[in-house]
């Protein structure tokens, strides 16, 4: 018998029971309520957020959504599905601060990369579509943040302009959504971001 040790596979369970390997990740193992329970359980900001529940990144995406929408009004069903999605490996890999991001490297966003890819793969979205409508999806991303930042993490208004520029004028229903920004429970973030996925036809 031969001395040597096969490295163990990293492998995360899943609550659908599905087994995630997360060095080669299969698009035949990623399903959409693992993604749902998970970002509704990951918080942004490190958790430092005011109100009773933290804030999350499933309730992160369904803002990015509302905002890529208002940004994007003819966007395609898919490059709507994308928006939602564009935080999705966040249910495996959790959410860390941009600055510890760039400090820990490529490795860590190729390794994002490759989930984020398996994700499209699973959901049937093209990655051309994914990539023409990223700057898009970005800018919905920082526009989130300054709302984030100011209404909930403790940012005044002159440090979240600094850090994520001036947010452009929005549609006033969204407008007064985002200005009235509280977080939601786990289970409310959850549900939502299931709905808005199967309203956009996702399977």
Same mark, same amino acid.
């Given at each position: 018998m031969s001395g040597a040790t096969q490295s163990p596979r990293a492998?995360? !369970?899943m609550l659908s029971g599905r087994r995630l390997d997360l060095l080669a990740p299969d698009h035949a193992d990623i399903e959409i309520a693992d993604i749902a329970h998970g970002l509704a359980r990951v918080a942004r900001w490190n958790g430092q957020t005011v109100g009773d529940s933290a804030f999350s990144v499933a309730q992160h995406c369904c803002i990015v959504?509302?905002?890529f929408e208002a940004l994007v009004p003819n966007a395609s069903r898919q490059s709507r599905?994308?928006?939602?999605?564009?935080?999705a490996p966040e249910y495996v890999i959790g959410d860390l601060i941009s600055p510890f991001k760039a400090a820990i490297g490529l490795d860590y966003k190729a390794f994002e990369h490759r989930l984020l890819a398996a994700i499209? !793969? !699973?959901f049937a979205i093209e990655e051309t579509v994914a990539s023409k409508i990223g700057t898009h999806i970005k800018q919905a991303d920082r526009i989130a943040a300054f709302h984030e930042? #100011?209404?909930l993490a403790g940012f005044s208004v002159d440090e979240?302009?600094?850090f994520f520029g001036r947010p452009p004028a929005m549609p006033q229903a969204l #407008?007064?959504?985002l200005s009235m920004l509280e977080s939601w429970p786990a289970n409310r973030a959850e549900d939502q971001y299931l709905r808005r996925f199967r309203a956009l036809g996702g399977s």
């Open positions: 492998w995360q !369970r959504l509302d905002i599905l994308a928006a939602l999605l564009h935080d499209h !793969r !699973r930042a #100011t209404r979240s302009l600094a #407008t007064e959504n």
